[in-house]
């Protein structure tokens, strides 16, 4: 099969550098959302600098710089889809980025995660493309452990609940079969998601630490399919938003305890 043909070369005909050098005014830690009205919103609320841009023949991906507490933290907008979060963060990387934080919702395989409850990924099971460029083909990566107990450390000191769990990271989710589901949730996967795996293993073949948060979106693990806050758009937003105090807090205590 093509994606058994892993080529260990880290050097490719066309490479990040290429596009992008380091830049001294990057922060080393980035905090990433899906979110357009997050970012709107952090825009809003912090005194923001753009310092770079990623762009592309769909869109510009600013990347902001805000300070908290006399700390530079990198605000950054991330594309749905691992082809397109794995691109960009590519070049984010050639531009500085040690650490990174990936903040967004996920679909829920176990039923009694509650809407908006938040979840860090442990593992990864790679049912996307991108990751099998980056490492041989094996079904699972598992997230960085010091990452994982570093945001672990940060939300128990900030007295938020929180799960903790295998995701499995699909390109297609219109192929998300009750048959395939039901395969996953033995697996042991509690969410589903689009970049997690495939972000994870990039993270671990340029030697830079990588984790992510969750929000529980919609439900798939009932009866029947419930959408919940996934269709509900801007009228969800109260309640989304309320994870930016706490990806910030996190982000900082990465960037405190990473190099």
């Not at 050098?21 to 080393?28: C, N, Q, S």
Request: with cysteine.
């Amino acid at each position: 099969m093509l994606l058994e043909e892993f080529d260990r070369n880290k050097k490719a005909i066309l490479n990040p550098d290429t596009f992008h050098k380091v830049l001294p005014e990057m922060p080393k830690t980035c905090v990433s959302f899906f979110s357009k009205s997050i970012i709107k919103e952090i825009a809003e609320k912090y005194p923001v600098e753009q310092i770079a841009k990623i762009s592309s023949a769909t869109a510009d991906f600013p990347i902001y710089k805000i300070n908290i507490n006399g700390t530079d933290i990198g605000i950054y907008q991330s594309p749905v889809g691992a082809p397109a979060c794995v691109s960009n963060y590519e070049e984010l990387i050639a531009m500085g980025i040690r650490n990174f934080l990936l903040v967004g919702c996920c679909g829920c395989l176990d039923k009694n995660l509650e809407e908006y409850a938040i979840i860090i990924p442990t593992a990864a099971i790679r049912d996307e493309g991108t990751s099998y460029h980056y490492a041989p083909p094996y079904d699972e990566t598992e997230i960085n452990k010091k990452v994982i107990d570093i945001l672990e450390q940060k939300l128990n000191s900030l007295s938020i609940n929180y799960s903790k769990g295998k995701t499995w990271t699909t390109d297609a989710f219109f192929r998300e079969t009750k048959d395939k589901m039901e395969r996953r949730k033995n697996q042991g996967a509690i969410t589903v998601d689009m970049e997690c795996s495939a972000m994870n293993v990039v993270s671990e073949f340029r030697g830079v630490n990588f984790g992510q948060i969750f929000y529980a979106a919609d439900n798939l693990g009932g009866e029947e399919y419930d959408p919940r806050n996934l269709i509900q758009g801007a009228g969800s937003f109260d309640s989304k938003k309320k994870i930016i105090p706490i990806a910030l807090e996190c982000g900082l205590a990465m960037d405190e305890n990473l190099l």
